[in-house]
């Protein structure tokens, strides 16, 4: 008797499969946007209207310089896909410096910045029209220049939503 017990097959019933199940389903791998990192710009109804001034977040250069440091990648690319996904948007970025050094080649820097941006976005495929710029060097602080804690925050690309 024990003998049948032990060779007889125990049969489990399990709910089966759904047979529709796309990639999209997989807990794993899924096409729901990714929630964006926290403290980039977030181009949402909220803020994008025409004529609004969106401050990018983390758009940093080299010091006294145009070029771009690879940490403004994420913000680039947050800025590219807002200019994928309107592509009737049109912008206008808007360069700015601290005051520190030479009133001139402040004004001269905002816009070598403002092209900065500007190239990455066309050699991204953005048409060149849909973006114009401007530079306004140090005569439009959002801080106290004063101290280094906040003077960088002077350093900054924002744009303006022309059309939308």
Request: cysteine-free; hydrophobic content about 35%.
């Amino acid at each position: 008797m024990l003998q049948d017990s032990i060779t007889k097959p125990i049969i489990v019933k399990v709910a089966p499969l759904p047979v529709s199940r796309t990639v999209s389903e997989n807990p794993i791998q899924t096409n729901k946007p990714v929630k964006k990192e926290v403290g980039y710009t977030g181009f949402d109804d909220k803020n994008v209207k025409v004529g609004t001034s969106i401050l990018l977040k983390n758009i940093r250069f080299l010091q006294s310089k145009a070029d771009l440091l690879p940490e403004s990648n994420t913000e680039l690319e947050h800025l590219l896909g807002f200019m994928r996904e309107h592509p009737t948007a049109e912008i206008e970025l808007q360069g700015h410096t601290d005051n520190l050094g030479d009133f001139d080649l402040n004004l001269k820097l905002s816009k070598q910045r403002v092209e900065a941006v500007k190239a990455f976005l066309v050699s991204n495929g953005i048409a060149a029209h849909r973006i114009s710029g401007k530079g306004f060097g140090s005569t439009r602080p959002i801080a106290n220049n004063n101290r280094e804690e906040t003077r960088h925050l002077n350093r900054r690309v924002e744009l303006i939503i022309k059309k939308f």
